[in-house]
């Protein structure tokens, strides 16, 4: 297809785009437009969407503005792609994006902070004598601002050997330090404390007094040279080893960390207080003694976004403009749904589908026109309540003189596009075709859309028989965040949907389910969280599958002649891997104010192993090879080693069949993520009752991959096991035996069972705001 020329061309137009499974190809999208990217999980959307089109204009964007990137951008590697045309510069705001630190909060995210401090900076009332303060003394990330006490975090942390060393029975060289971290960089820390002379041997209880001081509070941090052991395995050479005492690395993470799990972690060990100075709110005491319509702006940042708007009026010239500017800022927030968080709501604790449409919200007043903005599922989370104030918010970017494209499964979405560009007809390489771009009403007929048969088809869903419960588990009464007192019922032996907005306090709710409670049995949480951080992990490490490859490998004549083991085949330990990456495969790249990024490594390109391992092959490939299969692949490949068999065939039960072996967790989105754990589970033999409880299980997924999903779960249900989901997606709702609807609307204004039954009953609630769109689907 050749491109027209013409200087008011108004479409985006694509030529032999080849990201990943895509097949050359070709595509038109209208500029100025709501264009919605559909077809089912690995399909190729994000690939088109974000891989080529996004990465395509940031690659622009960084060649105009920093000159010295290209190389690294070289380095990178471009989208493959023939030719863009019309392409504006764009904005993504993606999910996957990295976790925001512990320090930014919804205030911090949607800028609205620093408009408030500037309220109380040029308008609040000050104290008889007070100066007028800087709006940066009303930051608690600031040195001016901070509460000198607990530095700005509100809350003081203190560890004690107790928490440190839970069982003062063991020896180090035994674990007594279980604030430590695992592995290489635990037993390092035992080897210095040997070559300083403490004896790692004698229980903990044993050791003087000062000397566990020492080692568990000591700042200082000294540095020696450590002599490892050698071991089968890998044969290290002396090292400079640094001590650091158990406090001093606890804090270190819990205060730097981006893991969130890291974190939690180090939380473990931590007992934590509201600061005795500023009494939390973070603030030094000259920043609180400022007020603004009788509130202290720590006050004002612990409101709900939907009082504080109703809170901020202003006298005078100067605080009306700030204050009208606040406001007009905040209702996009809360027409969005979000209008239950604070400005001061940590945005860790926030879920992926919160901060998108804070994100999303905060764009609307940036001024910018003429960018492409490219989303990633921005329905995630959202009740089908909420999905018309979204389309409204779409709409008001696009008004403002932008083009919007979402990747996106939420039908309701999909229907309000003003562009369709579908991709298929299935995943990995039985996808990568655009089988229709075009106003949504032209995809009926196409004959190979999965989207065509959910988008158009009218029947009512099949009646399923409601399972009868096989006791209760009762939870509760339940007080946290905005529940106050709820007792929860909880079928066993059926499937059970939790509903509500967002904020209503659903996962609240959820997450007081624990192993302690009768009938609960062995409990399993599916959630979305990533598998791994680094590259290091993948799908095959995750599963355990690889161990067994790996024999399959060691085992072979080749591995036997050169006498190969199995750790020969790994690449996380020194033998077989390529050294340059340590068998990342790829080497970071640091961009100087950009975000860091991986390249594909300049000696292996990308095969982890070194030349020697990878002269081993088992029928006819290579290690590196194997990782390269995707599930499917694998599974006709191993289909005569019932190990590798049996986790291959779980995988694609749960539709994950295009994903390659080794493929790195960094590359997963959390809805792939969450159905590899879920994979994970279902492989396990299972002895007695399961009680499985899943956060939103159909988020990244298309109404093609939700029927595989939820015939997955339902079999759990069917072979006697108790599932609880929380759902926005009502064809799910409509499918379950029991609904807890909880609301009626978000924070203070939620935290009530607002109806609890079977779905028909359900959607005859006059209460419930889920009640009418459940009623829709039941016909
Ligand atoms: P969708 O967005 O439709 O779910 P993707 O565009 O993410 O699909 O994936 C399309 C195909 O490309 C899949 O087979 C997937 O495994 C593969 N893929 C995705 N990301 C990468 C990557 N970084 N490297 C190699 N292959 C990838
Ligand atoms: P849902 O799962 O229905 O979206 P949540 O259970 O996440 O709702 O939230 C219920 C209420 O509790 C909301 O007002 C929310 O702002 C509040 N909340 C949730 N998590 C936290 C937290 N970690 N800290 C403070 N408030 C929270
Ligand atoms: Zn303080
Ligand atoms: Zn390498």
Redesign the pocket.
């Known amino acids: 297809m050749p491109i027209p020329h013409g200087s008011h061309d108004p479409y985006v137009r694509v030529r032999g785009a080849s990201e990943?499974?895509l097949r050359g190809v070709d595509v038109d999208v209208p500029r100025d437009v709501l264009a919605v990217f559909t077809?089912v999980?690995?399909?190729?959307?994000?690939?088109l969407a974000f891989?080529t089109i996004y990465a395509e204009a940031q690659r622009r964007y960084f060649e105009s503005v920093a000159p010295y990137a290209r190389r690294l951008i070289h380095q990178v590697g471009a989208p493959k792609v023939g030719e863009i045309t019309g392409l504006p510069p764009a904005v993504s705001l993606q999910q996957r994006r990295s976790t925001p630190t512990s320090r930014s909060s919804v205030g911090t995210v949607t800028n609205l902070s620093n408009s408030l401090r500037m309220l109380f900076s040029r308008a609040g009332d000050y104290p008889p004598g007070a100066e007028r303060l800087d709006s940066d003394a009303f930051s608690p990330n600031t040195a001016a601002g901070a509460c000198p006490e607990c530095h700005g975090l509100g809350r003081v942390h203190r560890t004690t050997e107790e928490l440190l060393v839970p069982d003062p029975s063991l020896s180090i060289r035994e674990g007594a330090i279980a604030a430590w971290p695992g592995a290489w960089q635990g037993k390092n820390l035992r080897d210095i404390l040997d070559t300083l002379g403490h004896d790692v041997d004698r229980p903990w209880r044993e050791l003087p007094a000062r000397e566990r001081e020492w080692i568990l509070f000591t700042d200082e941090q000294p540095v020696v040279t450590v002599h490892p052991v050698r071991d089968a395995e890998r044969i290290q050479r002396p090292y400079q080893g640094t001590y650091m005492s158990a406090r001093r690395y606890v804090m270190k993470t819990f205060s730097d960390t981006k893991s969130p799990t890291l974190r939690a972690k180090a939380e473990r060990f931590l007992t934590s207080a509201p600061c005795p100075v500023c009494g939390g709110s973070r603030l030094r005491a000259e920043a609180l003694a400022v007020t603004f319509a009788g509130h202290t702006i720590a006050e004002l940042a612990a409101l709900p976004l939907t009082e504080l708007g109703r809170a901020l009026h202003g006298d005078g010239e100067a605080a009306r403009v700030l204050t009208d500017d606040l406001r007009s800022r905040v209702a996009p927030v809360v027409e969005l749904g979000l209008g239950y968080l604070s400005l001061d709501r940590p945005a860790p604790t926030l879920s992926a589908g919160e901060l998108q449409r804070l994100r999303l919200a905060t764009q609307l007043r940036s001024g910018l026109f003429g960018v492409v903005y490219v989303l990633d599922e921005p329905s995630a989370g959202l009740h089908p309540a909420d999905t018309e104030a979204l389309l409204t918010v779409l709409d008001r970017l696009k008004g403002a003189g932008n083009s919007v494209f979402v990747?996106e499964h939420h039908l309701d979405v999909v229907r309000g596009a003003d562009w369709l560009v579908d991709?298929g007809p299935r995943?990995?390489e039985h996808g990568g075709q655009v089988l229709h771009s075009g106003p949504v009403a032209d995809l009926e007929g196409v004959p190979d859309s999965a989207t065509a048969r959910f988008l158009f088809d009218r029947s009512p869903a099949p009646v399923r028989e409601i399972r009868p419960a096989r006791g209760q588990l009762k939870v509760g009464p339940v007080t946290r965040h905005n529940l106050s007192g709820v007792t929860a019922e909880f079928p066993l032996g059926v499937f059970t949907a939790v509903t509500g907005v967002s904020g209503s306090g659903k996962s609240t709710l959820i997450g007081e389910v624990t192993e302690e409670l009768d009938g609960v049995g062995r409990l399993v949480r599916v959630d979305q969280k990533p598998i791994g951080r680094t590259p290091r992990s993948n799908l095959a490490t995750y599963t355990g599958l690889f161990d067994v490859v790996r024999k399959v490998f060691a085992g072979t004549d080749g591995a036997r002649r050169r006498g190969y083991g199995v750790g020969r085949f790994s690449f996380n330990v020194a033998g077989g891997r390529c050294e340059t990456c340590q068998g990342e495969g790829f080497v970071s790249v640091e961009l100087l104010f950009l975000p860091s990024t991986y390249a594909p490594c300049p000696d292996c390109g990308g095969a982890r192993y070194n030349p020697e391992t990878l002269e081993v092959t088992y029928r006819e490939r290579n290690i590196a090879q194997i990782l390269d299969l995707t599930v499917e692949a694998a599974a006709g490949f191993f289909a005569d080693t019932p190990a590798v068999a049996r986790s291959l065939a779980t995988l694609l039960d749960v539709g994950l069949g295009?994903?390659?072996l080794g493929?790195p967790a960094t590359?997963l989105s959390g809805g792939e993520a969450q159905r590899i754990k879920l994979a994970g589970e279902l492989q396990r033999v299972r002895r007695g009752h399961t009680f499985y409880l899943l956060d939103e299980p159909t988020t990244g997924l298309h109404p093609a991959d939700v029927e595989v999903l939820m015939r997955q779960l339902h079999g759990l249900v069917d072979a006697g096991h108790t599932v609880v989901v929380v759902e926005h997606d009502m064809s799910v709702v409509a499918g379950a035996d029991w609904v807890i609807d909880l609301g009626p609307g978000g924070g203070d204004a939620g935290g009530h069972i607002v109806a609890a039954g079977p779905p028909a009953e359900v959607a005859r609630s006059a209460a419930s705001r889920t009640a009418p769109y459940l009623a829709r689907q039941l016909v």
Do not use: F, I, W
């Open positions: 990943h499974n077809g999980s690995g399909s190729g959307k994000s690939s891989g990747v991709v995943a990995g295009y994903l390659r493929q590359e």
